[in-house]
C-alpha cells in the first residue's frame, strides 16, 4: 500500500510539473517553419533555411531546458543604421527554474546581452547598448560607436537605435537577434514612430489587444514570465482588462549632474536636442504608486493571469497610451528573482522531452481577429490578437462557396495578407480558425 501511494504521489508530480507554462507555453515548431529576411531596397522578405521558433522542449524536477534557434517566424530586418548584421542561428539551449524564487537580498542588475527568451525563443536585452557619456572627450563611445564610455550616463537603446531597428523593433547584435521591448510592430502601435514598415511589412510575436489579457510572452533569467501590455487591474483578476504601467517617468531636469536619489556623479551632456530627455536610462526616475496597474521597480508585479490562476509574479512588456514602449520596456533594471536562468551548451541530468501536440487547447485562451481594410481594393489583412501555439489557416471564399485563396499566419506571427486587385467586386468571407471556434468574416472588395 505504501508503494503504491508513493507511485501515485510520483505520477502526481509529474503531472504538475509537465503542466507548468514554463514547460507548455513555448511556441515549438513542429512543421519545419523556417525564418526570413528582408534587404534593403527589396519588400520582399527572401526565405532562410533556418528553422524558427523553439526546437525541443525538456524538462526535469527542477529546470527547463528550451532548445532554439533565436529566429522568429516573422521577418527580420532590414537594420537602416548600418548594422553589417545578420539574424543568424544561435543554436542555443536556454536552462530555466520551474520553481523561480524571491531574491531577498541585494537585487541582480540586469545587464548586456540576453536577460530573458521570449516563447518564441527569441533573446530579450534590456535597455542597454553598451554606449554611455564620456566626459573626458564630450561624446558618446562605447558598443558600436567602439571605445569605452564612462558607464554613468548609460545611452537607451530604445530612443537611440531606433533608426537600426526592424518592424518587429528588434534587431541583431553579432548575429544574435533580439527585442528591447514590446514585440509588436510599429504599424500597429496607436501613434506610429517609425515608418520602417511602409516598405518592410512584418508583424511580431503578438498584437497589442486592448481588450482582452495579454499573452505571457516569454521568461525572464529568474525564471518569472512576462507578459504583453494589458492584463488585469487587480492583483487578484478582477477590476476588468487595464493597461499595466511602469512606475518610472522622466526626471524634470535640464542637466545631467546627478542621479535621481541626489547622488553626484560625473557629469553628462546638458539636456539637449542633440541629447534629449530619456536617451540616457538615467533620465528616469522610479515613482511609488498605490494602484494595482502601476508595477514595482523591478517592472513586475505579484497578481492572477490566465496561466496562473493562483497568482505568480511576473513582469509586462510595458507600453504608454499611444502604445509606444516605455521604460524600462520588460525586466529591469534589476530582477526581482534569483537570476538562475543561463545559456548552457550541454544538458547533464536525465530530462524528459515535452510533446507540444499532447497539450490540450486552452479555453480561457482565445485568439480573436481583425479583417481590414473593409471596403478593400488591393489587399485584405487578416491580423490575429494573443499569442497563438499553431499555424492558422485563413481561408477567403465567394459567396458561391468557391475557395479563391489560402494564406497562413504562421505560429508566433500575427498577420497574413490576401491580394485580392484582381478580384471581382463583391462581397466575400474570411474563414479563420482560432483556439477554440472557427469564425466567418465578411469582406466587401470594391473597384
Not at 276 to 296: K, T
Not at 411 to 421: D, H, K, L
Request: hydrophobic share 35%; glycine share 10%.
Amino acid at each position: 500500500m505504501k508503494n503504491t501511494c508513493l507511485g501515485i504521489a510520483l505520477v502526481l508530480s509529474t503531472m504538475s510539473i509537465a503542466q507548468s507554462p514554463a514547460i507548455t507555453s513555448w511556441l515549438i515548431n513542429t512543421t519545419n517553419a523556417t525564418g526570413s529576411h528582408y534587404v534593403s531596397g527589396n519588400g520582399t522578405p527572401i526565405s532562410d533555411a533556418t528553422l524558427a521558433n523553439v526546437q525541443t522542449v525538456q524538462y526535469s524536477a527542477s529546470w527547463v531546458y528550451v532548445s532554439t534557434k533565436g529566429i522568429p517566424t516573422y521577418p527580420t530586418g532590414p537594420f537602416l543604421d548600418g548594422n553589417p548584421s545578420l539574424a543568424t542561428s544561435q543554436n542555443a539551449i536556454f536552462k530555466f527554474p520551474l520553481s523561480p524564487a524571491e531574491n531577498t537580498g541585494t537585487p541582480t542588475a540586469t545587464t548586456m546581452g540576453n536577460i530573458g527568451v521570449f516563447i518564441n525563443g527569441v533573446a530579450l536585452f534590456d535597455y542597454r547598448d553598451g554606449v554611455s557619456w564620456k566626459n573626458s572627450t564630450g561624446a558618446l563611445a562605447g558598443g558600436p560607436l567602439g571605445g569605452t564610455g564612462d558607464g554613468i550616463w548609460n545611452r537607451d537603446a530604445v530612443p537611440a537605435e531606433m533608426a537600426g531597428f526592424d518592424c518587429s523593433k528588434g534587431h541583431p547584435a553579432m548575429g544574435n537577434y533580439h527585442h528591447h521591448q514590446n514585440p509588436s510592430a510599429y504599424n500597429l502601435d496607436l501613434v506610429v514612430v517609425s515608418n520602417i514598415c511602409d516598405i518592410y511589412a512584418a508583424d511580431g510575436l503578438y498584437a497589442i489587444n486592448a481588450n482582452s489579457h495579454s499573452p505571457l510572452i516569454g521568461f525572464a533569467y529568474d525564471g518569472f514570465p512576462i507578459y504583453g501590455a494589458y492584463g488585469y487591474k487587480n492583483t487578484d483578476g478582477t477590476g476588468g482588462i487595464v493597461r499595466i504601467n511602469s512606475s518610472y517617468q522622466l526626471r524634470n531636469i535640464t542637466t545631467r549632474t546627478v542621479y535621481a536619489d541626489g547622488t553626484d556623479v560625473t557629469d553628462g551632456p546638458a539636456v539637449n536636442g542633440t541629447y534629449p530627455l530619456g536617451l540616457f536610462r538615467e533620465d528616469y526616475e522610479f515613482v511609488s504608486h498605490v494602484e494595482p496597474e502601476y508595477l514595482d521597480e523591478h517592472n513586475g508585479r505579484f497578481c492572477v493571469t490566465p496561466e496562473y490562476p493562483n497568482g505568480t509574479y511576473c513582469y509586462f512588456a510595458t507600453v504608454d497610451d499611444n502604445w509606444n514602449s516605455a521604460y524600462p520596456y520588460a525586466v529591469g533594471p534589476t530582477f526581482y528573482g534569483l537570476k538562475t536562468a543561463a545559456k548552457v551548451t550541454t544538458i547533464s541530468e536525465t530530462v524528459t522531452t515535452y510533446d507540444p501536440s499532447s497539450a490540450e487547447l486552452d479555453e480561457n485562451v482565445s485568439v480573436s481577429f481583425n479583417v481590414f481594410p473593409n471596403p478593400s481594393v488591393d489587399v485584405v489583412i487578416v491580423q490575429a490578437f494573443g499569442a497563438h501555439n499553431r499555424d492558422i489557416a485563413v481561408e477567403l471564399w465567394d459567396m458561391n462557396g468557391k475557395l479563391i485563396q489560402t494564406q497562413t499566419i504562421l505560429q508566433g506571427s500575427t498577420i497574413c495578407y490576401f491580394p485580392v486587385a484582381d478580384l471581382q467586386s463583391g462581397t466575400y468571407i474570411i474563414h479563420v480558425e482560432g483556439n477554440v471556434a472557427t469564425k466567418d468574416y465578411s469582406i466587401v472588395i470594391a473597384e
